[in-house]
Structure formats: C-alpha cells, structure tokens
C-alpha cells in the first residue's frame, strides 16, 4: 500500500511560525523506518503492508506531538494487494502515457 500524509503542529511553536523543525522530526521518523518513501512541498508518501505503514504513521504524529499540544494529520491511501514498488511505477507509468 502507499499512504501520503501530511503532519504537523496545529498550532506554530516558532516564533516565524514556521513548522518545520517539527515536520522534520516527522520525516526523520520516515526514513530511519527503512520503508521506502519520498517527500515533496506537501506530503510525505511511504510504502509498505498495512500494519507497518500504519505503524511509522503514528510514530511520525508521536515525533510532532512531542513538540506541540496539538497535531494536524491529513492522510490519503492506495490500498492495493499484491503490487509492490509502486512508488516509482505510478510516476513511470504516468511518464511513458505523457511520452506517447
């Protein structure tokens, strides 16, 4: 399965109002899970079964809750049994239709 998300204070501790110490804690969690994953302006995507996806989900919120009393999840799933590697064929498969 792919799941993107998105994580973060719901309420700024920066002065700026930045919040990306926090997101980045968030995204240190993703990558030491050694599932593969990729980050963009918005999201955060990872891969892998249900439990173990789910399970980085939580750590990451856990890794922003530690700094904020509150927290912001928005998260989007591709639930598709049987298909690894997705991550990268979803983006070649739209690359080669836009090729043609």
Do not use: C, H
């Amino acid at each position: 399965m792919l799941v993107a998300f998105s994580v973060a204070p719901a309420v700024s501790t920066q002065e700026d109002g930045s919040v990306s110490d926090a997101v980045a804690a968030a995204v240190r969690v993703v990558r030491e899970s050694g599932l593969p994953n990729q980050t963009d302006s918005m999201f955060t995507t990872l891969e892998g079964e249900w439990d173990e996806v789910m399970a980085v989900v939580k750590q990451a919120v856990e890794a922003v809750a530690a700094v904020s009393p509150r927290v912001s999840l928005v998260l989007k799933a591709d639930i598709r049994p049987g298909y690894t590697g997705q991550l990268a064929a979803k983006v070649e498969r739209i690359e080669q239709a836009l090729a043609d």
